[in-house]
Structures are given as C-alpha cells and as structure tokens.
C-alpha cells in the first residue's frame, strides 16, 4: 500500500470558552500521530491575531494509507472528520528538497 505523500494543511475554528480543551485535545492526538511512523510532520499553529483558528500542517508518507488507515482511526474526534479534501501538485518549493 505505497502511494505517493501527501502534505495536509487543515484549518480549525474553535469558540473561544473551549480553547483550553480543545489545545489539551489536539495535542493529545497530535501526540498520536506522531507516534504513527508514516507520518513525517505534525505542526500545530495559532493565529496570532484571532485565538480561536488553528492551522495544522501535516506530511505523511503515503497518501493511500492516510485515507484508508490513518483517517480512520478511532483517536480522532468527530470534528476531525475532513469536511472537503483537495488534492493539489506542488509546482515549487524552497529551498529545494525532496519528500520521501
């Protein structure tokens, strides 16, 4: 099951009472995926000018194993769930590298 990998970008709004939670939640998943070996980054931002938004960026390695195992598994919430999913080429990048 080797496809090619796939860079995640997710956006989340979340009220502003329930930050604390939700932060001690997602780090909690992060912490998951993490552990999972096809997953090469996880990075977890906060707007800096609105609280409630985060930006997630994620790499796994696999695109077929992202879709049919990671985004199944039972540590993600509900509201993890991809509401849309696009795929996009890459036509640059700097500095030059490669993914594996």
Not at 3 to 13: A, D, I, T
Not at 28 to 47: M, N, P, Q
């Amino acid at each position: 099951m080797k496809g090619e990998s796939l860079h995640v970008k997710v956006v989340l709004r979340v009220k502003l009472e329930c930050r604390e939670a939700f932060e001690r939640e997602l780090m909690a998943v992060r912490e998951k995926c993490i552990a999972e070996k096809e997953c090469l980054l996880f990075d977890v931002e906060r707007r800096t000018d609105d609280p409630t938004v985060y930006l997630l960026a994620e790499i796994w390695s696999d695109t077929v194993y992202y879709e049919k195992v990671q985004l199944n598994r039972d540590y993600y919430p509900a509201y993890f769930a991809p509401r849309e999913m696009h795929y996009w080429t890459r036509l640059a990048t700097y500095p030059e590298r490669s993914c594996r």
